[in-house]
């Protein structure tokens, strides 16, 4: 008889039953497999492979070079390195712009071919069409307002949103647009905190944070932004819980000077 214990993975239902039970929802990018390990067993409730991957992992400037193949590369290795968490893939973009059928057959890949358990997609209004038919084939969709980093040459750069009562307006028509065409969550970019509470309190799908304030119902965080990993700027909303970065780089350090003066290898690194 087997005692391997059997883990229950989180799931988009479980969302919402945490949002009625007013326990907050932990959120954190991954983008390989040591990563999503090491988050999966510190307990978050799901792993977003966020398009961000771009600029914290492979160097871009944006999210806007991202494509689906290296979205579907890196979910894979997330979802390899998971048990517990729902891992969300994040839509890049382009890829679900062109046409609802393109945006389904795309969605339809995170789950197909990488195993995700869900699917992100930034847009209001203009994509509440899309994220009811996302969901109509079975898959579940967490929407995403507010800053939209794939539209940032149209928001004129990484600006908060919602300030004016106009835009806030329309944010908030956007969220319950959303959450009626389906979506089990909505994370909200970047937003003043008075406007998050009133979206969070006007939805009953859970919304998750990231720059909007503790009133949201769970939050997100970059996992090399809460880390200290990603040098090149760390935003307002960002708090860094630890500096691996120089840590990584003492430890390095180390190794090359142990090399050059002959130290390492050892005789207890070595064979006989």
Request: glycine share 8%.
């Amino acid at each position: 008889m087997s005692t391997e214990i059997s883990i229950k993975r989180i799931t988009a239902k479980d969302f919402l039953e945490k949002k009625k039970k007013g326990e907050k929802i932990v959120v954190i990018t991954a983008y390989d497999y040591p990563t999503s390990m090491v988050a999966d067993q510190s307990g978050v409730d799901a792993i977003l492979v966020g398009d961000s991957l771009g600029m914290v992992v492979l160097g871009y400037e944006s999210t806007l070079p991202v494509t689906m193949e290296d979205m579907i590369h890196h979910t894979k290795a997330v979802v390899r390195g998971t048990k517990r968490a729902l891992v969300i893939g994040d839509m890049p973009f382009m890829s679900y712009q062109v046409s609802v059928e393109e945006a389904v057959r795309n969605a339809g890949r995170f789950l197909q071919e990488a195993e995700a358990q869900a699917v992100k997609l930034e847009g209001g209004r203009e994509v509440a069409e899309t994220v009811r038919r996302i969901v109509k084939a079975g898959i579940p969709v967490m929407a995403h307002i507010g800053l939209t980093p794939q539209s940032i040459h149209q928001l004129g750069g990484f600006k908060v949103q919602g300030r004016d009562v106009e835009t806030a307006a329309r944010l908030k028509e956007d969220a319950l647009l959303l959450e009626e065409a389906g979506a089990f969550s909505l994370v909200l970019e970047c937003i003043p905190k008075s406007l998050a509470k009133e979206i969070s309190d006007a939805l009953t799908i859970p919304t998750i944070g990231i720059g909007a304030g503790v009133h949201c119902d769970g939050q997100v965080l970059v996992f090399h932004d809460l880390l200290g990993l990603f040098e090149r700027f760390v935003p307002k909303h960002v708090k860094v819980y630890a500096n691996l970065r120089e840590k990584m780089k003492e430890a390095i350090l180390q190794y090359a000077r142990e090399v050059r003066e002959g130290i390492f290898p050892d005789d207890d690194h070595s064979f006989k």
